[in-house]
């Protein structure tokens, strides 16, 4: 975990479940924070506001002892190594005793929402992101991760509106902005998803590394869905050394050299994807690919095969 209040850290590799970040933080009474991020894949609760704590061992707050910030700080810690250890449970009982000591205590509330997240409880999240985001109206980071439980829940309508008040706060925020245009990619509305890809790269310093080939591989999907191929081909103009990478980099090769007329040169860049995704490790992706191409074959439309 990290004690710099400032500083992220990546939670996920680049091929996990769900494509959009997820972010714990943590403080202790000092006012450090931490905080982890990002990950991919398709899949798509509105829970009443609550202030309550999820627990309350030890009777009720107007019994217990007066406000001890120590106490609080030493919940904190005792969640968090819970909480990377698995232990969710006993994360879950140590931010709640945090929180109900006290209520207005950012991290608390919402490494409990977090932890919720975790276990698959996420409508316990959503409330308690929900609280967390009144507490301090200047935090992005719960509606991101309520974005990106809506979208969990197949409510991209849902997951939208909390990305978009997130950008509200942070307009500059790169996974905000690429969070949004997926939304719109999946919606068939390109130049949307353009608008917001061309705002998430302006936080690429260089063209190379996974935030520029996933904003350049998004990039291109969009170009080729409008008919701008000679666009589309600058941004497939690069070599990643991720294998996923060059797979989506040769099926929207494929997919655009399909659609200017050059079948045959199409034809070669469509098996150069499925002979890269011919691997153990690639096997989803393979079955994706597979699914795309034949989808691309019969309508015309280039699919998105991840994030």
Known sequence: MLKNKNSLQSIYGHKCFVFFKVNKMNENV??????IKRTIAAGFAVALFSCAPAFASGGSSSQMTPFDSDEVGINLEIGDMASKSGD?????????RAYLLDNKNFAAVYNLAYTYQLK????EAVKYYKTAARIDGKRHEPYINMGAIFLIEANPAGASEMFKKA????PDNIDVNF???????????????LASLAA????????????????ALKTALCRIALGEFDMAAKALDFQSDDAAEEIERYYLTGCMLHKSGK???AAKAFHKAVELAKVPEMEGLSKVLDEKIAQFKATKKTGRISN
């Open 30 to 35: 000092s006012g450090t924070v931490k905080f």
């Open 88 to 96: 969710y449970d006993s994360a879950v009982s140590a931010y709640s």
């Open 120 to 123: 698959g409880a996420l409508k």
């Open 167 to 170: 950008l509200e706060i942070a």
């Open 179 to 193: 969070n949004l245009a997926i939304i719109d990619i999946d919606k068939g509305d390109h130049k949307s998803a």
């Open 200 to 215: 998430a790269s302006k936080s690429v310093k260089e063209k190379s590394g996974r935030d520029y080939f996933s904003i």
């Open 263 to 265: 079948t045959d040169e």
